[in-house]
């Protein structure tokens, strides 16, 4: 069972109801704006939408983690973002 006690399918492939609950949105939601294809069965009563390619549009969904872990880490990111190109470096004749 999720957090919210809903209970999630026992299967890794779902129907689109199924994926649009699963996804926390109404159908027409999950429609307008899934970007993940179903899985293509030969008939589209047949389709279905495998788990983890849902998880995995979720996750892109996420704004990236933007925290810093330590200091050092800080400072190589500042170093890495912050490196003078050879051409900045040299001074005019």
Known sequence: MSERGVPLPATRLITEAQAASYCGLSA???SARCSVAPIDFGDRRLDRFDRQ????????LKAPD?????????L??????????????????
Request: hydrophobic share 40%; no cysteine.
């Open 76 to 93: 190589v990111e500042f170093q890495q973002r912050n490196r003078a190109s050879p051409s900045r470096d040299r001074k005019a004749p």
């Open 66 to 74: 933007l925290r810093v872990k330590s200091v050092a880490d800080a």
């Open 53 to 60: 390619d849902l998880d995995a549009w979720i996750d892109s």
């Open 28 to 30: 027409a939601a999950f």
